[in-house]
């Protein structure tokens, strides 16, 4: 028996290294929107990710403070929780939404049978969007399309609201993104984003050690840069195309236990291994650094969760007539 044990302890270590050995052999790091496409395409055509996530790639909402839930169940009650911290519990049925990196349509869903609205979903990846599509129930006023977050298809003023879920740090133009998230807005419409965000290094700038992490964390996901919650509300407001304030609020605290969540899922779900064989193990293993690194950032301050609404002014507003708030929830 304790030879089997420490056979099984051995194999277990090698897979262990096989799995960091190729977290720093083979970064996914951001080339372009092409490298980020590529990164989905394959995390979507093996089935891994949506195994141990289900239809939601976003992180969970778990509270605040945080109370034991269920993984997935969390992801669910962070859409309910983003729709009314955003207001959106408020509007009619048939009003329009575009959910900008819709990944395989889980917010989507849930806006339209849930809420009633008309939902459009985009993602750079096609095999998203195939996916998304396979999973939507044909009555629901859903459809998906592959669409560029920097040069969206659709005229200006499109939408009654512009949804948006940890899309941002796969974007290299921050300024770019926030113009064509407000653009396709109709005037009186409303922008819920939510994020993952850097500490604001213009306040505190990065250490050693932090620069090294946040490295990592850019590398291994396919994204450029992370903006701060500071810096993207910025941005909105310099689009020109905001009235009032740009209200942000942090989730870190809410969010947080999804990252050693995310590892649990392994554990707890053994049948993954029999369902993808070694390869998948050995997948799934080259993720655990990043989720403990990503732990690590946002239990630190590093990283932050960022919220953010703003709605679309009328006509084009002027710096100083603009001003934003930061909440913390």
């Excluded at 339209?112 to 629901?140: C, H, M, N, W």
């Excluded at 133009?173 to 922008?191: C, N, S, T």
């Excluded at 990283?303 to 084009?316: S, T, W």
Aim: charged residues 20%.
């Amino acid at each position: 028996m304790m030879q089997w044990f420490m056979l099984a302890i051995a194999v277990l270590i090698a897979l262990l290294l096989i799995g960091l050995a190729l977290y720093f052999l083979f970064p996914r790091k951001y080339e372009s929107p092409a490298s980020v496409a590529h990164s989905y395409d394959n995390w979507t055509r093996d089935g891994i990710l949506e195994f141990y996530w289900g239809e939601h790639i976003h992180l969970g909402h778990y509270g605040d403070p945080p109370r034991r839930k269920d993984f997935r169940q969390a992801k669910v009650d962070f859409v309910h929780e983003m729709v009314r911290w955003g207001g959106l519990d408020k509007l009619p049925p048939g009003t329009t939404v575009l959910d900008v990196g819709c990944g395989i349509g889980g917010s989507s869903r849930i806006l339209a049978r849930d809420y009633g609205f008309v939902v459009t979903g985009i993602t750079i990846s096609p095999q998203q969007v195939k996916r998304a599509q396979e999973l939507t129930p044909p009555d629901l006023p859903v459809k998906f399309q592959v669409d560029d977050a920097l040069a969206l298809s659709f005229p200006d003023e499109s939408f009654d609201v512009v949804w948006s879920v940890e899309a941002g740090p796969h974007i290299p133009d921050k300024q770019r993104f926030a113009y064509e998230l407000m653009r396709v807005l109709k005037p009186g419409g409303i922008l819920v984003v939510a994020d993952w965000n850097q500490r604001d290094d213009r306040q505190k700038p990065l250490n050693p050690l932090e620069k090294f992490v946040m490295r990592q964390l850019l590398d291994q996901w396919s994204h450029p840069l992370f903006a701060s919650i500071e810096g993207f509300a910025e941005a909105l407001e310099a689009t020109g195309l905001v009235v009032g304030e740009v209200i942000t609020a942090d989730w870190t605290r809410a969010t947080l236990p999804s990252w050693l969540d995310s590892i649990w899922q392994g554990i707890v779900r053994p049948e993954g291994i029999v369902r993808f064989g070694l390869i998948g193990l050995i997948k799934s293993l080259r993720e655990v650094p990043t989720f403990l690194l990503m732990r690590w950032a946002f239990g630190t301050g590093l990283c932050r969760f960022g919220m953010f609404k703003a709605v679309r002014a009328a006509r084009p507003v002027s710096a100083g007539e603009t001003t934003h708030s930061i909440a913390v929830n």
